[in-house]
């Protein structure tokens, strides 16, 4: 099988290989909110042998080229929570560049922080499945007809709108928190921060798992951007220490090419599927990684 070789990661495996990954991988996550980057972070540097800082803005690479065909579905089918991406993105930005700077010099090999995201993503991971099992108990019906979301507000108080005849409202301020930690796990693992949001956001809040998925991957892209500005602007000052911070932009498009079509495909599949399907998928996407997570501290 023929290779190709990545000159600025180093990454020699066949053209076609990160493209096909990508999107199989987004297919399945981006009906819950999630471009999937958590999941291709582990295949960089298990399967692809990419470690270091420098996967960490390749992987936000993936985002920005992936997620745009995601969002517009959402918003040119009306399923998109304005005041709920714009508070999402707010909170994460300030928390990607912190999470940049803590993951180049500090955590150039995160074992002990993967450990506490692990543990984090047990949890998300476990309401979920346990929210499924509920759902399955109670014979969820199938999915909805109407998708379009309505009457969304923001103001200091809270975040509202009203989807499928019901109305969904969350503190502002809480909304705020979780994005600027989840925007800092992001930076430091260059994950855009949906795989965490988007389930805390459904676990927690208990948001309509079909509504917050256009808001969940606006804020992930735009973070991503943010992110892979940030790692771009600092790189020379770290080029005299050995310490590879650019990121590989051939190989992160090649995974955004991929991404992108699985994304707008999952996109427009979502309301073809019970939220409960969704759920189950994320959860289990939740439970492997972080199981994985917490395996590699001990190991």
């Given amino acids: 099988m023929n290779t190709f070789h990545f000159p600025v990661s180093g990454v020699e495996t066949p053209l076609w290989l990160p493209a096909v990954v990508a999107f199989l991988v987004s297919m399945f996550m981006a009906p819950g909110g999630i471009s999937g980057a958590f999941l291709l972070l582990p295949f960089q540097v298990s399967f692809l ?24 579905r959402y918003w040119k089918e009306k399923r998109m929570v304005w005041p709920l991406a714009w508070a999402l993105l707010i909170g994460t930005l300030p928390g990607i560049f912190i999470g940049a700077i803590l993951r180049i010099n500090y955590l150039p090999d995160p074992r002990s922080f993967k450990f506490f995201v692990g543990c984090v993503l047990v949890y998300i991971g476990s309401r979920l499945a346990w929210d499924v099992i509920r759902k399955q108990k109670k014979n969820a019906g199938p999915a909805p007809t109407s998708f379009e979301v309505k009457d969304a ?11 499928q005849n019901e109305t969904y409202r969350a503190p502002t301020w809480a909304v705020f928190l979780l994005s600027f930690i989840v925007g800092i796990i992001g930076g430091v693992y260059g994950i855009g921060g949906g795989a965490i949001i988007a389930p805390f956001l ?34 020379p000052m770290y080029a005299e220490t ?5 990121p590989d932009w051939l190989l992160g ?15 427009r599949l979502q309301k073809h599927f019970p939220a409960v399907v969704i759920k189950g998928i994320i959860a289990a996407a939740l439970l492997y990684i972080s199981i994985n997570y917490i395996a590699q501290y001990f190991i």
């Fill in 49 to 72: 042998g990419f470690s270091g800082p420098a996967v960490s803005p390749t992987n936000l690479i993936f985002n920005i080229i992936a997620i745009p065909s995601g969002v517009i």
């Fill in 153 to 163: 507000v923001l103001n200091f108080k809270e975040i509202r709108y009203s989807y």
């Fill in 202 to 235: 459904i676990a927690v809040f208990r948001f309509q798992v079909h509504s917050i998925a256009g808001a969940s991957l606006f804020s992930t892209l735009f973070s991503s951007v943010a992110g892979v500005i940030f790692y771009t602007l600092i790189a």
């Fill in 242 to 246: 050995g310490l590879a911070v650019t």
């Fill in 253 to 267: 498009s090649m995974f955004g090419v991929g991404g992108a079509a699985g994304i707008y495909v999952g996109a």
